[in-house]
RNA sequence: GUGGCCAUGGUAUAAUGGUUAUUACUUCGGUUUGUGGAACCGACAAUACGAGUUCAAUUCUCGUUGGCCACCCCA
């Protein structure tokens, strides 16, 4: 059929040059495999897309991912979290059940879907409820306490894609169960603070207290009380909140909502006196860490099983830009009760990858990254069939000692290899060709001065190694 | 989910209701075959998809898809 409307479209065109109606044909389909839409301007088939809102990691980017994920593991373990994995794939009530009903990542974003067997699955959207069911499922109340674990992976919600917002994207995350204490909130936001640190970025961090859930329910009472009184005044959006989620009116963007607001009631002042000495303990012992903050009284977070501390962390310049969080957490302390094990308190973070990468990209380009990559020091040019022989011998003995060698087996004549060098800005490039094969040697050649010298090759270990060693 | 802007080789771009779709970078090959950074030459390679208007659409219109931005929300 498609085969059909293509011949129609190429007769449509009988004024087209010869040339070009050849090319057309070469492009028609020889035939259909019964799949619609085969038919593609590149060659005969079709391209099954990127899917929307998702993101091929490239080699170039590689250098990022793997920064970041050796300076969350070194942070993470440093601070004593352990690795934990949990599946990608959870049951659908999980998150129901600890985001809760009513939020957005729950109601709109979740990609859930029924099991083969009939049951309702779901992509994480997030990992702190996974944490929170594997350390119930395993039984860790009864494993010293706090019980801290770290993650990286991928999480997935269905909103709509945006700059520095993926449907998969990926989180470094921290948490810690068992121990109700402001130490644990304050190391919680220092580790997260120093990763970001810990790659050149200047963030502030974000602070508010939510208190119990009692303080919570307290002052939403009275917030809702007042809101109502000012009704007219607020905008669209947050008469809807105030019956979905008045808390949300809180950070509102809008000018008349914030002028509404100054008069409000303040959630600090609701907190009970246990809620707010345990937050002054937090600040203080952020204090004694020398972790910079910034308190926030309207800062609430949008999922359910937050209590007490909350917080955010920005990037420290242009604090517009919507998608400039770069990390979110507080503490947790119904979650696992929630979820059905003995009450234990928690806390946690989690930081969106992909937006810190972003950041450090555009740091890149201006020149202010702190992270640069390191590209081989050394290439491996070969001239012939014994000399490539050789070189893959050679290439063997030196990868074992450590020293990262390019090579480009692919072209044959010597010019191209050394374009090739000049290319990936190695200091040395190494040059074996019939002569050599020979004579046992090797020619290494300094890239910037252009001296060249003669080395045995049993000596090139060692020779190389000497020349890389001092500026290294 | 709502609104705005956008879609030309791998990347960045030019142009046009009509004949060979511009240019640069990248990639590949070459300028006497064992030496890179320069110069020159050549090759590969694009109008997102679908429909409509038209003698003729890459250009105009609509739809789809995708991207960016803002909102919502969040990391």
Known sequence: MILKKNNKKIAKKKNL??????????????????????????????????????????????????????????????YGFGLINTPILEETALF????????????????????????????????????????IVHGMQSLPQPVKFWYYGPMFR???????????????????????????????????????????????????????????????????????????????????????????????KNLECKEVLNEAPQIIEWLSESSKSYFMKVLEYLDEINVPYVLQNTLVRGLDYYTDTVFEIYLEEDSEGAQSALCGGGRYNGLVEQLGGRPTPGAGFSIGLERVISVLRKQTDEGTCKIKEVFPSVFFAQLGEQARRRALRLLEVLRKSGIVVAHSFGKSSLKGQMEMADKLKVRYSLILGQKE????????????????????QKKLKNALEKKLQPKV
């Open 96 to 135: 129901v059940r600890s985001l809760g009903r009513g939020t957005d990542v729950v109601d709109k974003e979740m990609y859930s879907f029924e099991d083969l067997d009939g049951g309702k699955i779901c992509l994480r959207p997030e990992a702190t409820a996974s944490c929170a069911r594997a350390f």
């Open 17 to 78: 040059s010869e040339k070009k109606l050849v090319k057309k044909e070469k492009n028609t389909p020889a035939k259909n495999d019964g799949e619609e839409n085969t038919i593609s301007t590149k060659g005969s088939v079709r391209t099954p897309a990127l899917l929307r809102g998702m993101k091929d990691l490239l080699p170039k980017e590689e250098f990022f991912w793997k920064t970041l994920h050796h300076t969350a593991e070194n942070l993470a373990e440093a």
């Open 437 to 456: 094969v020979q004579d046992g040697t090797a020619i290494i050649r300094d890239m910037e001065s252009g001296i060249q010298e003669i080395v045995d």
């Open 158 to 252: 269905h909103d709509r894609p945006q700059a520095g917002r993926y449907r998969q994207f990926t989180q470094f995350g921290c948490e810690s169960f068992g121990v109700h204490d402001p130490v644990v909130d304050a190391e919680l936001i220092a580790v997260a603070y120093h990763f970001l640190e810990d790659l050149g970025l200047k963030v502030n961090v974000h602070l508010n207290s939510l208190g119990t859930p009692e303080d919570r329910q307290n002052y939403l009472i009275e917030l809702t009380g007042y809101l109502r009184t000012k009704r007219s005044y607020l905008c669209e959006d947050c008469k809807k909140r105030l019956v979905k989620n008045p808390l949300r009116v809180l950070d509102c």
